[in-house]
């Protein structure tokens, strides 16, 4: 059975960098074809992908956000973690970690964590 | 960047009675389509891949369909625990997802 959790700060304040953390349980990073991305959705708004991270370290992010977007993998702790920089208050939103089901480059997603609300605001 | 467009932003149904969704991609996708159904402080659920592929455990009333640039999904009589919003999203390329459609009560 499949499992994701986030964590990370509920309150951020403008311009101060995001580190949320997935921790996941039911399948192993280190397992080819295996990959986890990060989805985030404003109060009442649509979904919006950031990133993804794959088996082989690989790393995709949102074109619009690349910039300021890290996503990391610890394969031992099964966890990953992804770092936003310089929060402004469009940032608030609820971020969801979500296993990648393999298909193709990209894939789906499967199973989700239930989110994290992360508000910026000073 | 390809761009998922979904129609209706809402639709109103009486329960029992059959839904249909639509989403539009701004480029061909083969069957790189999923949908997800989120319900109020919970996180997506997916429902279909593969433009037409259940997803396990999901009722056989769900159905997908479509490829190449146009995808519906059906619901094929609705129960109170289908009212919903529904996203769908493409994989041919990086992710994206449409606006999604919220499903209400008529």
């Known amino acids: 059975q499949i499992t994701l959790k986030e964590s990370g700060p509920t309150l951020v304040r403008p311009t101060q960098t995001l580190t949320l953390t997935c921790t996941f349980s039911g399948f192993s990073l280190s397992t080819r074809g295996e990959g986890v991305g990060w989805i985030r959705q404003p109060p009442g708004k649509a979904l919006e992908w950031l990133a993804l991270?794959?088996?082989?370290?690989?790393?995709r992010y949102s074109p619009s956000l690349k910039n300021r977007l890290t996503i990391t993998k610890d394969t031992s702790k099964n966890q990953v973690v992804l770092t936003m920089t310089n929060l402004d208050p469009v940032d608030t939103a609820t971020y969801f970690c979500?296993?990648?089901?393999?298909?193709?480059?990209?894939?789906?997603?499967?199973?989700w964590g239930q989110g994290t609300l992360v508000t910026v605001s000073s | 960047e390809i761009v998922m467009t979904q129609s209706p932003a809402t639709l109103s149904v009486s329960p029992g009675e059959r839904a249909t969704l639509s989403c539009r991609a701004s480029q061909s996708l083969s069957s790189n389509l999923a949908w997800y159904q989120q319900k109020p402080g919970q996180a997506p659920r997916l429902l279909i891949y593969?433009?037409?592929t259940r997803a396990t455990g999901i009722p056989a009333r769900f159905s997908g369909s479509g490829s190449g640039t146009e995808f519906t999904l059906t619901i094929s009589s609705l129960q109170s625990e289908d009212f919903a919003v529904y996203y769908c999203q493409q994989y041919n390329t990086w992710p994206t997802f449409g606006q999604g459609t919220r499903l209400e009560i008529k």
């Open positions: 593969g433009e037409s």
């Open positions: 979500a296993h990648r089901r393999e298909a193709g480059i990209v894939g789906y997603f499967d199973y």
């Open positions: 991270v794959y088996w082989d370290d690989d790393e």
